[in-house]
């Protein structure tokens, strides 16, 4: 049974930056596609990127790019998101996903998920 255990959350003013973690143990991280997701308080929970097995193919959800960036470390068992610039509107719990894919996709069914970590972003 694949584990995913996120870090790195916590407060940030407007404007600055966190990195989150992913650590996955139970199976290796290089037979998966990886993606974070966010959820708001009151809100749908939404894609914000994922990072394919595939080297150098990733996917970013509008309201992040060219802020987020998504990269992943197979022999450390980690995938990474590292959030510049944030903006209030990026307070959400953030989850990383997992599935056994070689391409990843925001709308894939993903089959394994972490418990999440709080990011607040103050104005």
């Known amino acids: 049974q694949l584990e995913l255990v996120e870090s790195g959350g916590g407060l940030a003013q407007s404007g600055g930056s966190l990195r989150l973690s992913c650590v996955v143990s139970?199976?290796?991280?290089?037979?998966?596609?990886i993606a974070w997701f966010r959820q708001a308080p009151g809100k749908e929970r939404e894609g914000v990127s994922c990072?394919?097995?595939?080297?150098?193919?990733?996917e970013y959800a509008d309201p992040v790019k060219g802020r987020f960036t998504v990269s992943r470390d197979n022999a450390k068992n980690t995938a990474y998101l590292q959030m510049d610039n944030l903006k209030p509107e990026d307070t959400a719990v953030y989850f990383c996903a997992a599935v056994g894919q070689w391409i990843c996709s925001l709308t894939h069914e993903y089959e394994y998920w972490g418990k999440g970590t709080q990011v607040t972003v103050s104005s």
């Open positions: 990072i394919s097995r595939r080297p150098g193919s990733a």
């Open positions: 139970g199976s290796s991280l290089n037979t998966y596609a």
